[in-house]
T-cell receptor, first 121, second 118 residues
Framework: GAVVSQHPSRVICKSGTSVKIECRSL??????MFWYRQFPKQSLMLMAT?????????EQGVEKDKFLINHASLTLSTLTVTSAHPEDSSFYIC?????????????????FGSGTRLTVV | AQKITQTQPGMFVQEKEAVTLDCTYD???????LFWYKQPSSGEMIFLIY??????QNATEGRYSLNFQKARKSANLVISASQLGDSAMYFC???????????????FGSGTQLTVLP
């Protein structure tokens, strides 16, 4: 089946540093990548949507200068948390879709990465 | 208004019994898709089942079935013969519009924590 590899799975960083999270589609072309954030025992909240080669579209309330998203190729999207603070500690998870033209590799059209637990100390 | 509502924060079920997890949705789009995902404590999102708004039959996937009542805007998940490994958080999600062209985002409900008792 379709696979999205997300790294790192866990990261601890110091306050003020930047952290990059990668999502790579291994066997299909991810036209669209969705980035979600999830606090403990809460739902997934969409942060931004990116299409390959275009600027990401951020949801209201999400700082685009803090959460930098790059989707330069059809198989790789990255989320960089810049100048991280403890309140940025959360679970970040990506979801890739090929769009209709690329087919639906998972039967539902979306393949999730395994998530990244970010802890900022 | 909430687009996806899951009213059961937590549910308990005895092993081998069936359980229904509730989900109601709100949309004015005639074309939409409804999804259920399982999220164990490891955090990964496991796709369980999908129902399209125009699908005539209720979706089934193994022990999972979706009780789709369009007029009531509900899409409840039924898990038959519960297993201990079914203990996890379950999310209902909706995609509005067709999937032509760029993919549309999923909107998630608040989730239901299911615990299967031995």
């Amino acid at each position: 089946g379709a696979v999205v590899s997300q790294h790192p799975s866990r990261v601890i960083c110091k306050s003020g540093t930047s952290v990059k999270i990668e999502c790579r589609s291994l066997d299909f072309q991810a036209t669209t990548m969705f980035w979600y954030r999830q606090f403990p025992k809460q739902s997934l909240m969409l942060m931004a949507t990116s299409n390959e080669g275009s600027k990401a579209t951020y949801e209201q309330g999400v700082e685009k200068d803090k959460f930098l998203i790059n989707h330069a190729s059809l198989t790789l999207s990255t989320l960089t948390v810049t100048s991280a603070h403890p309140e940025d500690s959360s679970f970040y998870i990506c979801s890739a879709s090929p769009g209709l033209e690329g087919g639906h590799p998972s039967g539902d059209g979306y393949t999730f990465g395994s998530g990244t637990r970010l802890t900022v100390v | 208004a909430q687009k996806i509502t899951q009213t059961q924060p937590g549910m308990f079920v005895q092993e081998k019994e069936a359980v229904t997890l509730d989900c109601t949705y709100d949309t004015s789009d005639p074309s939409y898709g409804l999804f259920w995902y399982k999220q164990p404590s490891s955090g990964e999102m496991i796709f369980l089942i999908y129902q399209g708004s125009y699908d005539q039959q209720n979706a089934t996937e193994g022990r999972y079935s979706l009780n789709f009542q369009k007029a009531r805007k509900s899409a409840n998940l039924v898990i038959s013969a519960s297993q201990l490994g079914d203990s996890a958080m379950y999310f209902c999600a909706m995609r509005e519009g067709t999937s032509s062209g760029s993919a549309r985002q999923l909107t998630f409900g608040s989730g239901t924590q299911l615990t299967v008792l031995p």
